[in-house]
Every structure is written in C-alpha cells, then in structure tokens.
C-alpha cells in the first residue's frame, strides 16, 4: 500500500505541474492581450465594443489563472500522497 500512494502521488504531482506550466505560460502570452484591452478601454470610455473586449480578456485571464491555481493544487496533493506513502513505510517496514 505504501508503494502505491507513493507511485500515485508521483502521478498526481507530474499531472499537476504539468497542468501547472501548461496554464501558467498560456497566461502570461495572453497577458498581453489583457493589458492592450484594458488600455484601449481607458482611453475609451462607455465604448461597448471596448468594453465587451475588456470582458472576455479579463475572462480569459481568469480561466487561465484559476487553471494554474488548480494544478498547483493538485501538485500539492500529489507531493501529500508521496509523504503519506513514506509514512507509511515507516510505520510498517515490510509492508511493499
């Protein structure tokens, strides 16, 4: 059993901060964009055009962040399994 949460919890941690880097860097590309429509909205005010174009970049922005987010968590509960595993190798020595 302890062999297994600790091959899982490798698993987890990989998908994790793989999912991580994945939406991380997709994120800060589209920084970019975010920040192009915030300025074109400022100088722009009450344009709806503008506005709706400030919205889905700020959407978009958020999406991607909380996808970030949620592969740090995931990594977290991955590298949680590995200790757990090692603990329980501790406690029972022969149990492989």
Known sequence: MPRR????????AAIGVAVLLGFGGVALQGSGEFRQAQLVRQR???NAMHD???????SQL???VAGAALGGLLALNGATLILLGR???QVE???R
């Open 5 to 12: 949460a600790r091959v899982l919890g490798i698993v987890l």
């Open 44 to 46: 722009n005010p009450g």
């Open 52 to 58: 709706l174009q400030f919205f889905v970049a700020s």
């Open 62 to 64: 958020a999406f991607l």
């Open 87 to 89: 603990l329980a190798e």
């Open 93 to 95: 020595p022969g149990a």
